[in-house]
């Protein structure tokens, strides 16, 4: 098993670009969540989804959509890039709703200039 | 408000000396504590769940213990190949996400 995979692993966006980073996973897992992290305020949750065809705000979803059409699959997209989204992308999964551990991905590192 | 807190923010400790990381929490009806090592560049990697006070987890140098009202990641005999950010987190309220501390970055020095 693959585990959680996220595509690209680096990008560079200039101001205003958009952008679609994947997250996929191989382990049936019910629920996928998209994180950021940057340096001093830790893993901060953007979007979730608890199943196919269903997403939900996090703490920080501004700026940001996502899909989840498959349930392999959990898109998180950036329509107009700020320098203020310059951060680590993670994707996690969970298996189901009485599992709470969560499964990472190795992160995509993005950089808006 | 759900909070998970992690203290100190960065330890450095010489191969073999012993120390421990705290994570307190404010959650309701907690439903299980988490703690992960993230290595730099790196995503979280799982550790351990522990579910009930007084229960305790072993990996190799790493023992977690959980009370009613904090977790801690005891380091036994360290190497510096322990050497990484370690976070903790807990449920939400609602069960739907982890809230997660900012997490304690061990440096062990040979």
């Known amino acids: 098993n693959a585990g959680v995979t996220q595509t690209p692993k680096f990008r560079v966006l200039k101001t205003g670009q958009s952008m679609t980073l994947l997250c996929a996973q191989d382990m049936n897992h019910e629920y996928m969540y998209w994180y950021r992290q940057d340096p001093g305020m830790g893993l901060r949750l953007i979007h979730y989804s608890v199943g196919e065809g269903t997403t939900a705000k996090g703490e920080v979803p501004d700026g940001y959509n996502v899909s989840r059409l498959k349930k392999q699959n959990f898109l998180l997209g950036l329509e107009s890039a700020a320098p203020s989204q310059t951060s680590v992308y993670f994707c996690a999964s969970r298996r189901t709703a009485s599992s709470y551990e969560q499964y990472f991905g190795p992160g995509t590192r993005l950089t808006v200039t | 408000e759900d909070q998970v807190t992690q203290s100190p923010e960065a330890l450095r400790l010489q191969e073999g000396e012993s120390s421990s990381l705290n994570c307190s929490y404010t959650?309701?009806?907690?439903?299980?504590l988490f703690w992960y090592r993230q290595d730099p560049g790196k995503g979280p990697e799982f550790l351990f769940t522990?579910?009930?006070a007084g229960e305790e987890k072993e990996k190799e140098r790493l023992k977690a213990t959980l009370t009613k009202k904090e977790s801690f990641l005891h380091i036994t005999a360290p190497k510096p190949e322990d050497s990484a950010t370690y976070l903790c987190a807990a449920p939400n309220q609602a069960g739907t996400a982890l809230i997660f501390g900012k997490g304690t970055t061990l440096s062990v020095s040979s």
């Open positions: 522990l579910y009930s």
């Open positions: 959650v309701s009806g907690l439903r299980g």
